[in-house]
């Protein structure tokens, strides 16, 4: 692909309608909304659907540490600009508490009115104090003498006890008690201590029943205020503002910075308070007034509350109520023979969870360790597990006296002290660890190991991903991985490190596409070509395969590309801002989504180019954090097999007889699943899971 600069935008120059943005907030929510879609879809094993509610739980928790806190923080310091949507924050806020509301109100009922039940009649039963009989109360008094009693701690509030602070996400019980020498009323919280378990199962004689875990202490409030009446306690939940801030430019030890902002992370202010609907408003009162909660804040919904905690339902040994096994294929090509000799004789693409995470990835950086001709090894690391065998790896290869370099990036969020825990362990090794460029976070997927091979010559060999360095998360996100030593790939990923631990103002490279230099100008240069292609009548069309699009240049730009007659077919998870089939501006876009047993995350981009297709995957989103304030990388994949292969997904992917969500035009999102036959539509992920062998077909 040439360097040189932007073209000018092809096609149509005519003005694009200014409500040709959807909200992102609510793009967002409308993909939670799917994922709840999944949990109320009774084709789907039980214990999947309960794993589905406990992810819509936690989707949302981070939606309002994040995306509502930001928009608060907006409206707090007099930032009341319109989005592009046309809305201000404050019209934002309502129409996000209008909506999730809805969801959570139907998350409530899906629970109540289905999954309990459903398992229920499967033996698996999460039932209330109510419901137990004496048996049952006695060993669970017991396991609150043992288990629960020491860690719990009531506080009360009075004139000499000030309202206690209320962490972001604990659980706990407003609890209110009589003075019965006095008749004094007294009002008191009690916190679910969080290294519990969400649900106590019963002894053996009653496995499957479950207990959630503040009926337990509620039962024992007695014992917590002897000499008390209790008169009424309720369940509560405080969410906060958990993003992080700061200044690298102005602080000379970001390690230490970010873990004091850590601390501070538990005391940001409130964005959403979760109260059962059984609360007395007495109660709920003195909770608004204390949290300093708004009414759009105050979600009450039926208990119990943190529904979440159902994944620990959904790990419940009953295989039979579970999707079947999954057993990656271990490609022959990187499990058989040679490993680095594969690798330098062709390139190697790998297709997660599907194609073995640990025989391949895990591999490639195990035998980098100890095998003697690697001098070094260079490696990002965004996520990674608790337990990672990758670290390991690097660690090993440092004691083995290679120079490492790591690549850890402490700012992904949520990941924040585990990344510096990691940092610390590797640089007590012996391994050089940076923490990436000022300013931006290092979000690219890259590792490369150099090596003195037989012919004498130093050899890079290269791993460009589309997913983190998880051997966790391996088995349950789905992503790509190449392999080369093909040496303009090692020539760019060399010079790339080099700019991440140096200082560089590269922009070009041979294969790959960076960001923040180069992406953005790379993508919207082969977008304004596809158009130039269609105008003269050549072969034009663009797929793209992303978790997020809510990019307004690159939505513009795919605008004008379906203006000027380029098919457009757009693979999008999770939140997308951009309508579809809009007549005069987008109908000949197509948006598709796709949840299931994997969490759709590679990221692809597939260009007609003409007669000359070009096919990239990487690690970029196209939202503006992604292209603007991160480090990014897509490489181009050169082997003709790979590109059918990956262009073979995209058309299953968009095919009429694959089961998807399609973006209406009015940004709603309809699910078909059965065809008008009324027969059941391709699986995407079951096919691909059942013959590992991708199949090009005609999309409708």
């Not at 380029?566 to 109908?587: F, H, K, N």
């Not at 796709?594 to 297709?613: D, K, T």
Request: glycine content about 6%; hydrophobic content about 40%; charged content about 30%.
């Amino acid at each position: 692909m040439s360097t040189e600069s932007a073209p000018t935008p092809a096609g149509p120059t005519t003005e694009l309608p200014a409500d040709r943005f959807m909200d992102r907030e609510e793009g967002w929510l409308r993909f939670n909304q799917r994922v709840l879609e999944l949990a109320e879809d009774e084709d789907i094993p039980l214990l999947e659907r309960a794993r589905f509610l406990a992810i819509f739980s936690s989707n949302l928790d981070e939606f309002f540490m994040v995306r509502v806190a930001g928009l608060k923080r907006r409206l707090a310091t007099g930032v009341v600009v319109a989005s592009s949507s046309g809305h201000r924050p404050r019209t934002l806020l309502e129409r996000i508490s209008r909506f999730t509301h809805e969801l959570m109100l139907r998350q409530a009922a899906c629970f109540e009115d289905s999954v309990a039940p459903g398992l229920r009649a499967a033996g698996i039963r999460i039932v209330r104090w109510s419901d137990l009989d004496t048996d049952e109360r006695e060993y669970l008094h017991g396991y609150f003498l043992r288990s629960v009693y020491p860690l719990v701690t009531p506080f009360a509030v009075d004139s000499a006890h000030p309202f206690p602070y209320i962490s972001g996400r604990s659980l706990n019980l407003a609890v209110t008690v009589r003075d019965p020498l006095d008749e004094r009323r007294m009002f008191a919280r009690v916190k679910v201590p969080s290294v519990l378990t969400r649900f106590i199962e019963l002894g053996p004689r009653q496995s499957g029943r479950f207990v959630p875990i503040e009926d337990v202490i509620a039962a024992h409030l007695p014992q917590l205020f002897e000499g008390m009446q209790i008169l009424e306690h309720h369940a509560f939940r405080v969410t906060r503002n958990a993003d992080l801030e700061v200044d690298e430019d102005e602080t000379d030890d970001l390690v230490t910075s970010l873990e004091n902002e850590l601390l501070r992370r538990r005391f940001g202010p409130l964005v959403r308070l979760e109260v059962e609907d059984s609360i007395s408003p007495e109660v709920l009162s003195i909770l608004t007034e204390e949290l300093g909660a708004e009414e759009e804040e105050i979600y009450r919904v039926p208990g119990p509350l943190n529904l979440a905690g159902l994944a620990q339902i959904a790990d419940t040994e009953r295989p039979e109520l579970r999707y079947p096994p999954m057993v990656p294929v271990e490609p022959r090509s990187l499990t058989s023979g040679d490993l680095f000799t594969t690798i330098r004789e062709r390139e190697v693409l790998v297709h997660h969870p599907y194609e073995s995470f640990a025989t391949t990835t895990e591999r490639f950086l195990a035998l980098a360790a100890t095998d003697p001709e690697v001098v070094a090894i260079k490696q990002t690391l965004y996520r990674t597990s608790g337990d990672s065998p990758i670290v390991e790896a690097l660690i090993e290869a440092a004691r083995a006296g290679k120079e490492v370099v790591v690549l850890v990036e402490i700012k992904a969020r949520f990941d924040e002290q585990n990344n510096i825990q990691w940092a610390r362990k590797l640089e007590l090794a012996g391994c050089h660890v940076v923490y990436g460029v000022v300013g931006l976070k290092t979000h690219c997927k890259l590792s490369m190991v150099i090596r003195k091979d037989d012919d004498g010559l130093l050899r890079r060999y290269c791993h460009v991903g589309t997913g983190n360095y998880n051997p966790s998360t391996a088995r349950v996100y789905e992503d790509f991985g190449l392999f080369s030593a093909a040496s303009e790939v090692g020539e760019d990923v060399s010079e790339l490190f080099n700019s991440l631990t140096g200082f560089s103002r590269k922009k070009h490279y041979r294969r790959l596409l960076v960001a923040p230099a180069a992406l953005r100008e790379g993508l919207l240069r082969q977008i304004d070509q596809e158009i130039e292609n269609s105008l003269k009548g050549e072969p034009a069309r663009i797929r793209i395969k992303v978790n997020s699009l809510v990019d307004e240049e690159i939505i513009d730009a795919l605008y004008r590309a379906s203006q000027a007659g380029v098919s457009v077919d757009l693979w999008v998870r999770g939140s997308c801002v951009l309508r579809a089939g809009v007549p005069g501006l987008s109908e000949n876009i197509r948006v598709r989504s796709i949840l299931g047993r994997f969490l759709e995350h590679s990221r692809i981009f597939v260009f007609a180019n003409g007669w000359r297709p070009q096919v990239w995957i990487g690690s970029a989103d196209l939202m503006p954090r992604n292209l603007d304030r991160r480090v990014e990388a897509l490489v181009r994949v050169s082997d003709s097999d790979q590109c059918r292969r990956l262009v073979g997904l995209m058309d299953l992917a968009m095919a009429e007889s694959t089961s998807s969500w399609r973006l209406e035009p009015d940004g709603t999102w309809t699910r078909h699943t059965r065809g008008e036959d009324g027969q059941p539509l391709v699986d995407l992920q079951d096919s691909l899971r059942g013959d590992r062998h991708l199949r090009v077909v005609e999309s409708g």
